[in-house]
């Protein structure tokens, strides 16, 4: 068990280096991070000697180990927009874009969960038929015109909810904003969550469908059903209990994806989290908030993989004999 | 667009418990044939309608330059002064634009016979390249096993952290810089295709990788190896056959996907240039004109999209209920 | 943002009412940037100048129709043709409570000057500053300037005490590792006093009591916030949640007009829309015309010009929300712009002019093109990539962001481009403006005109505009200024497309200034 956990936590930490490097070199190209920080009169001399002083002529190697050893200890640099340092920045936002997540993985369980068992159970009903069409269509039109749309119909036209922002925000602590103990932040939470859960909400549906419709084929629902146990017994202790395991891989799986995907949703409703400012960051040429973006989507990817890794070495002892 | 299918997630469970989902199925080319299947899909009147919708967009793509009224990549055609005419059922409409007209005056149904033309190439295109990548890397990562395979599915991970959107803008910005003036329109394209296969190529992997490390501890295979038969002509010919089936599942589905991924790069300005317009494309640029009352280059563009996107995942989602030994 | 108790439950609701009872005189809009930082000499961009100019103050200012106006100087006088005189205003306070004297001004020169400087021109390196008494500095300059003062309203004066206590006197570097105080904090005479800044999100800002000038606005505090995405910052204004966001689209002027509570205003702006070709290579760098330039051709030259139908990008991309451009500036800013015409639109004409060139088959041009920078730039790109290509020239569009697309075109990537749209606003008003940036001969790393992109060169405009810029007589100059527009055009330097408008979004009881500058100030704001 250790020796494996700790395998994989060197093969995480090669993952990030390499991410690392990857995000790095790339950066390298995208634009010229001078021209954004300084006027368009700015004489060439002027810019070069700003080149200079921010390290962009020194050999690429070099910059790259400045760039990882900083990145170890959580520096990464000021931002070229903002003039404030990127890690301070980062904890600003990052409250906005988990609130975000949270809720749009809450709106994807609490309405996919149902519709998938209703769906599996009731294979031929026509509501089924219904939920899985409607499902499609969510999948079938991309994230940022679903929010336009939900913007134009309910902001616009029926004027019921905010088009952007977070609405009042309560601080809590010293670190964090919450946009959940206000009216204004409630409401503007509601066609965010719904853009970017509609997605996930889709997948978890259609999960669930497929697994339940395997699940009551098995022989263990038979003999349940044989026993003479009531449908709802069945279906809700036996097989559902069945189908929660890869529902549970997945929504944490996702959880991470959400929060890297906010960023379309973010950009449309001008949420202030941590991917409207990587997008744009993108648009700025903004070098240090795109790599911290990057490493801390790395990051959280990686750490999400290593620990349902472990969890599966802990919960499944089989495992460990087929790869010991 | 979150990048993980459905199968793909399955993929991601079942690669870590060995038997899992993945359990052997039979050969799918077979499948196909078995009247089984037939019957299903017969069955389903949404299925064939489904099957019969994607035949007409994808002729109707295919014939785009015979059949539309117009060739909106002809610059010289346009005239300004056409601009966002209405469909002809409206005021001010012209005859000549029964759709209407875009913000330059192209000719919006001819616009989207060609554009969905282009989001199938760019579509086909990018599956076809992932699945190559995806299935040889997947076979050689489960028939190998050790470290191979670890080196595989940590580039996996690896690749996991650059969803298709991140990877789009990365390359198209270290493209920009390592070659600079390239043809802006053919540049895009493979800019494209490249994000796209980069980020789609892992669910292939893992579902192959699966069935392969079942597949390569059967008897016929040791048989094989004991022979001396060589590690590639095993893997091509004993084992590829018994994963086309989910490959093919995959691969619908990421068509689907990866149209739909197009349109989303064109809204952030990597997908396809305005000159050479995907359906994408066409609806980013008419997002612009929602409110203004100039709802038609829009909102066609986009029921097209959905259309050709529904109708594929509608054959898609039958093919992985058909092909699923357990449904039958 | 409030400070949350949890000891008590009901301070949500407190907090809850007593923002929807402040909301009544507070103004609340978007733009479609973010103001980044605060440091008002680190960055030479038009909005940032905007709203830091409602917290500082410059020695001028500019009224609604951009005349200057006397602001923390009461007045000024040239004493010699070489100093310039300039009375400050007595009794004004920062915000912080100190009082605002010669050391003030002087100190703001000695920073403007420092390193990492975004706007040392304003204040040319050579100008000595001399302290006469607390209310009363000399500007001793190398050489008669007739135009010194005329961007002096965005060089704002900071107070020296505040800027030494917090340690600050450093302009702001992106370059270093802690933040600067005075990126993220303001201490200045303006009308309105800065309460928080987050970068990105959202700025907030109360009315200053002790402001030196009667207040015309009856704003208690305004709030601002960045909407990057033009439909969502239409959507913000059509619902109600904000009072006013600047620019919308200009198609959508129609429909914020239709809408009940909401209505557009429309005026035009000072910056200029061009076309601009590389003459200066002898090869294209891209087209398919090899071993020479066609663009060294002065006919290729006119041929472009006459194959622009302008009317038409006017009335269906611009939606009369611009004004055809026979110049390279306004007609605002040069009194006699009346007197010069556009070539007029003539494929035929244009055609036949290609032929006489050699090119009667046609070539291909690549041409650069910001999407995100001006009014429907892209749309004018491909709009121009059509009309030529009736004439039977091929255009590849590179249409990109302007982060991408001033990386390749400006001198720092050795003006790589052949073809390109630009826009340009001279700082000062002034043509001299124009000639030294966009029409002077420049070399390959961008000496001389550095905004010149295409590098074309004329030793007569270049000997004209010297003249310019130390003539003090207005008729002899404008008469100078004339001569140099009228033989750069002769040569088609570059192609004028418009000024393009100004197009605001106010909600209805919102009355304000809208400057041709594209600059928004909240003292010209009252809201009922």
Known sequence: MFGFAIRRLLQAMIVMLVVALLAFTLFRFVGDPVNQMVGIETSIEEREALRERLGLNDPIPVQFFRFVTDAARFDFGTSYQFRQPVSDLFAKRIPATLELSFMSALFALVVGIPMGIYAGLNRESALSKLFLSVSLVGISLPTFFIGILLIFLFSVTLQWLPSFGRGEVVEVGSWWTTGFLTISGLKALVLPSITLGLYQMTLIMRLIRAEMLEVIRTDYIKFARARGLPDRIVHFRHALKNTMVPVITITGLQLGSIIAFATITETVFQWPGMGLMFLQAVQNVDIPIMAAYLLLTAFLFVAINFIVDILYFVIDPRLRIGRA | MPLF???????????????????????????????????????????????????????????????????????????????????????????RFILGTDDQGRDLLSGIFYGMRISLIVGFCSVIAAAVLGISLGLVAGYMGGRVDAVIMRIADIQLTFPAILIALLVDGAARGIFGGIDREVFSFWILIFSLALSFWVQYARTVRGSTMVEKNKEYVQAARVIGIPSVIIMVRHILPNVTGPVLVIATINLALAIVTEATLS??????????????????????????????????????????????NLLGDWLRDALNPKLR | ??????????????????????????????????LNQLDPYSLNETFTLSALGNVYEGLTRRNENLEIE????????????????????????????????????????????????????????????????DHTVDFVLPGPNPILHYEW???????????????????????????????????????????????????????????????????????????????????????????????????????????????????PELRTIFLGMDQMRDELLYSDVKGKNPFKDVRVRKAFYQAIDIEGIKRKIMRDLSTPSAIMISPFLFSKSGDFERLPYDPDAAKALLAEAGYGDGFSVGMDCPNDRYVNDEAICQAVASMLARIGVKVDL???????????????????TSFYLLGWTPGSFDSWNILDNLIQCRDETGKGGAFNLGGYCSAEVDALADKILVENDPDKRDALIAEAYTLSNNDVA????????????????????????????FRFVTKN
């Open chain 2, 5 to 95: 299918g459905n199968e793909d997630v399955k993929a991601a469970v079942a690669d870590r418990t060995p038997d899992g989902s993945t359990e052997p199925r039979r050969s799918s080319m077979s499948a196909f044939l078995d009247s089984d299947i037939f019957h299903s899909f017969l069955r389903s009147k949404v299925t064939v309608a489904a099957a019969l919708g994607t035949a007409i967009l994808f002729l109707l793509a295919l014939l785009a330059p015979w059949i539309s009224p117009h060739d909106p990549f002809d610059l010289a055609s346009l005239s300004i002064m056409d601009a966002r005419v209405p469909p002809v059922w409206m005021e001010y409409a012209d005859p």
């Open chain 2, 267 to 312: 809204f952030l300005g990597v997908g396809m240039p305005p000159t050479q317009p995907s359906l994408g494309t066409l609806i980013s640029i008419g997002n612009d004109f929602l409110y203004s009352g100039e709802w038609w280059i829009a909102i066609f563009p986009g029921v097209a999209l959905a259309m050709l996107v529904l109708n594929v």
């Open chain 3, 1 to 34: 943002m409030k400070k949350f108790n949890l000891g008590l439950a009901s301070a949500i609701l407190a907090a809850g009412l007593s923002t929807s009872a402040a909301q009544a005189e507070t103004l609340k809009f978007a733009f479609q940037g973010a």
């Open chain 3, 70 to 133: 006397p602001s923390l100087a009461e007045s000024w006088e040239v004493v010699e043709p070489n100093r310039w005189r300039f009375h400050l205003r007595k009794g004004v306070k920062f915000h912080n409570g100190n009082d605002f004297t010669a050391e003030d001004v002087a100190f703001s020169v000695e920073r403007l000057h420092g390193e990492g400087s975004d706007l040392a021109k304003r204040v040319g390196a050579e100008v000595k500053v001399e302290i006469v008494d």
């Open chain 3, 153 to 267: 309203d965005t060089w704002y004066i900071m107070d020296k005490e505040w800027t030494e206590a917090n340690n600050a006197v450093a302009i702001t570097s992106a370059s270093d590792t802690t933040p600067n105080h005075a990126a993220l904090n303001a201490n200045g005479t303006g009308p309105f006093k800065l309460v928080s800044h987050e970068p990105g999100v959202k700025t907030v800002y109360e009315k200053y009591d002790g402001w030196w000038d009667e207040a015309k606005h009856n704003l208690d505090g305004v709030e601002f916030t960045p909407i990057s995405s033009d439909a969502t910052r239409v959507a913000a204004l059509l619902s109600g949640e904000l009072d006013m966001v600047y620019p919308i689209p200009v198609q959508d002027v129609k429909r914020v007009n239709d809408n009940a509570g909401t209505k557009a205003m429309t005026g």
């Open chain 3, 398 to 416: 590179n249409a990109q962001p302007k982060a991408k697309y001033f990386a390749k075109v400006l001198a720092s990537a050795g003006y790589d």
């Open chain 3, 494 to 521: 570059h192609i004028p497309l418009h000024q393009q408008g100004l197009a605001w979004g106010v909600a209805e009881g919102v009355e304000l200034a809208q400057r041709a500058d594209n600059q928004f100030h």
